[in-house]
């Protein structure tokens, strides 16, 4: 999706994240989660148009590559 807009909206629970995919029209939604739970709980969390999880990815690895 090449040129799409990204609309921020700060810390919420996933649940909102899929709520507000389907309540502004997005084509996906996507959300870092990080928090006490298990590491099996945390991570990247896509939802398609209809606000359902679209992938599930056991594993993430992200590498910084800015500085700071």
Not at 42 to 65: C, E, H, M, P
């Amino acid at each position: 999706m090449a040129g799409c807009e990204a609309i921020t909206v700060g810390v919420l629970p996933t649940t909102a994240v899929a709520h507000l995919t389907t309540h502004f029209g997005a084509a996906a939604g996507a959300v870092i989660t990080a928090s006490c739970n298990p590491p099996e709980g945390n991570g990247l969390k896509l939802f398609d148009q209809a606000g359902y999880k679209t992938v599930r990815l056991s594993t993430l690895t992200l590498r910084w590559s800015g500085e700071g």
